[in-house]
């Protein structure tokens, strides 16, 4: 493959411009897994600096984290308590406060490489950690295995172990979350990797990743001493670092590999289609570019990448041996990749390396992109990715990412904190996608914090109080519907008939009914895209989200908005859920009907109408099958309401049938209909 005529060598250099062209497609461009990735990062900087001395820290990691959107991958999580730190030697206690953190040791003497035990060393007040304690040698050491199962369904309940995570699905979303330990301090079995960074990745790179340390996942190694109480050195935040670094080229590489394993290689026999997993592609593109194989990585030579990397995963697999990127000594085919299942495991990809690059027909995603070379040899494609994508892709993936900045609701004791920490990071060089987000965050925080205010001074009785804080919460929402979209108008509305102000209420509602209808709306990926560049294009952010965007409406299942909808967030929270999604024209006709309820019931019945039209009649353009169950909830409710029980009850029975663990409703709807049934049962 590596000495060909000038005339199959342009040939080459076509087919990978094609093929560069199709992962962008399927992968996106740079700039829209640079939006991905900034909108992530500038949350996390948030958490950093608000999150309390006894909180828990969470951190998006995996394929999702370093701007994959892959139909399928699920979505990794890791958790660690922010007052338990790592150490890997003695001196680096005086680090650390005695009285608030609890310390731990990490003890790698007797473990293989890559993999620890750990000693806790002060006295801990956390549950799961003390449950999880184990004596060996007079020394106590937190036993992975013990800490792996009881923090299995902490986040999300009945999830199962997998490997070092609680694994299960969420609406059509897998997930996987690991809870963890933290270190500030990088291990010294992976000193070795900071001599050998030269050429790649850059030295500022590299002293960050060292600064930022190491965390140890609840997992041993089946062939340690201590496989139970042993745990895995992770290198997430480093990957991910190392992911960012990479140029295009080198990113749509790694996700070529992704989709080759997971079309091509993974399913050539039962046998050896769990041999390999995506990491190991990973792994293979570090050491790849790391080895400096090929000197340019650009979309001419993206498929010489592609072999390069594809000859290194062959070779591993023949010696048996995938050396971590971090500590090679760990090999990451010790238990997997051995005996007679490596054999076949080798046999079948070396038939793939037998038919060169003609192996990627076998990838249903890229075939088409090659054939087209093949049947055009001739066709040249433009690799400018500005000619890729216009305006509106790179809006919709803005306001889709930056959607995830929804604020948790915070003690009012430590609003100053968090406001402060928005201060600061405003003041701090952030990208356009950054301050985008933390706009979002900061708009939900002031919704948040607004009904927050509301609920608590109502329950004071004390007129004078419950005039300010109304006042403050109306400032509030009015200020956080400057920084985002159309349907945030919505909360001014659930204020005004939280607070019997119907008529205020039903003009917001008029106002954002007006914006809702016209044809330029953004709602989720749907938009008439000319209109929408003829109405907004070229327009300030903030203008085009409040003109021309909307979203659908995130209830925090601890803040009353609605009494309607108390047994609902209540169960719902039960179920260690946090918040309850609404898709926004339901909530619209919802309120709708709620508040003319009050003031004429004619144009009430017909709010209730619009509603079930919506309801019945959508074929997913409006209400997300995610949301129909909260959808025919909310329909049941109106109808319950009015009076008609029957088809009431139709509706919630309608809203369990059509119930996704997304809302974790189940609870509230049975007690709806428990209560209907024992209603008509008197007469």
């Known amino acids: 493959m590596e000495s060909f005529s000038p005339k199959i060598c342009e040939g080459l250099e076509h087919m990978s411009e094609s093929v560069f062209v199709g992962l962008c497609n399927i992968m996106g461009t740079s700039q829209q897994v640079a939006i991905r990735r900034e909108t992530e990062d500038i949350l996390d900087m948030v958490d950093r600096r608000v999150i309390p001395n006894d909180g828990m820290i969470d951190m998006m990691s995996g394929s999702h984290r370093e701007g994959f959107r892959l139909k399928g991958s699920d979505v990794d999580f890791m ?34 490489p890559g993999f620890t035990l750990l000693q806790l060393l002060t006295p801990t007040t956390c549950r799961e950690v003390r449950s999880a304690c184990v004596r060996m040698n007079d020394r106590v050491y937190i036993s992975s295995s013990t800490y792996r199962q009881l923090t299995c369904s902490l986040v999300y309940p009945n999830s199962t172990v997998h490997g070092p995570c609680g694994s299960g699905v969420r609406g059509t979303v897998e997930y996987d979350h690991a809870h963890c330990f933290v270190s500030d301090f990088w291990p010294v079995s992976a000193s070795s990797w900071i001599d050998r960074c030269h050429s790649w990745p850059d030295p500022e790179i590299v002293n960050n990743i060292v600064r930022n340390g190491c965390h140890f996942v609840a997992i041993g190694h089946p062939l340690g001493p201590h496989e139970h109480e042993e745990w895995r050195i992770s290198f997430s935040k480093a990957e991910y670092k190392l992911v960012s670094s990479m140029n295009h080229c080198q990113f749509l590489t790694y996700g070529l590999l992704k989709l080759f394993l997971k079309e091509v290689m993974n399913q050539q026999s039962e046998e050896t289609n769990k041999l390999l997993c995506s990491y190991h592609m990973k792994t293979t593109v570090f050491w790849a570019i790391q080895q400096n194989t090929l000197p340019q990585w650009c979309p001419q030579n993206l498929l010489a990448g592609f072999w390069v990397c594809f000859k290194l995963l ?109 201060e600061q990071l405003v003041d701090s060089p952030l990208t356009h996608y950054q301050l985008v987000t933390l706009q979002r965050f900061t708009a939900s925080l002031f919704q ?50 939280k607070t019997l102000r119907y008529r205020e209420a039903l003009s917001v509602l008029e106002m954002t009914k007006v914006k809702l209808a016209q044809p330029y709306l953004m709602y989720r990926r749907h938009v008439d895209r000319e209109r929408y560049i003829e109405a907004v294009g070229g327009q300030s952010w903030s203008t085009k989200m409040r003109q021309a965007v909307a979203q659908d409406i995130e209830l925090h299942k601890e803040i009353c908005y609605i009494s309607e909808l108390i047994p609902e967030q209540q169960f719902a929270l039960q179920n260690k859920s946090s918040l309850l ?23 009430s019945q017909a709010a209730l109408d619009e509603l079930q039209v919506l309801v019945h009649h959508d074929q997913g353009l409006y209400i997300l099958d995610l949301f129909r169950d909260i959808s025919w909830e909310i329909l049941g409710i109106c109808q319950q309401i009015t009076g008609n029980l029957q088809a009431a009850l139709y509706s919630y029975q309608q809203s369990l049938i059509t119930q996704s663990p997304w809302n974790r409703i189940q609870t509230a709807t049975h007690r709806r209909i428990h209560d209907i049934v024992g209603t008509t049962s008197h007469y």
């Open 448 to 497: 948040c914090t607004a009904f927050q205010l509301h609920n608590m001074y109502t329950n004071t009785g004390v007129n004078k109080q419950m005039y300010i804080a109304d006042k403050m919460s109306c400032h509030m929402l009015k200020l956080a519907a400057k920084f985002v979209c159309v349907s945030d108008m919505l909360y001014i509305a659930m204020h005004y008939y």
């Open 79 to 112: 958790y660690w308590r922010n007052n338990h730190r790592v150490i890997m030697d003695m001196s680096q206690s005086e680090y650390y406060n005695r009285a608030n953190t609890t310390l731990i040791l990490s003890d790698s003497s007797e473990s293989p």
């Open 581 to 603: 999604h609404i898709p926004v024209f339901v909530m619209l006709h919802f309120l709708e009907f709620l508040c003319y309820r009050h003031i004429d019931t004619t144009l």
């Open 314 to 422: 062959l070779r591993w697999v023949y010696e048996g041996v995938c050396p971590n990127f971090f500590i090679p000594q760990n090999n990451l085919f010790l238990t997997k990749v051995h005996g007679s299942a490596q054999n076949r495991l080798f046999l079948q990809l070396h038939e793939l390396y037998k038919k060169g690059l003609a192996c990627l027909l076998h990838s249903s995603s890229i075939r088409s992109y090659i054939i087209d070379v093949l049947c055009n040899s001739r066709l040249s494609m433009c690799t400018d990715e500005s000619m890729m994508r216009c305006e509106v892709d790179y809006d919709v993936e803005l306001v889709r990412e930056s959607s995830k900045a929804a604020a948790h609701p915070v003690d009012l004791f430590v609003l100053p904190k968090v406001i402060h920490a928005i």
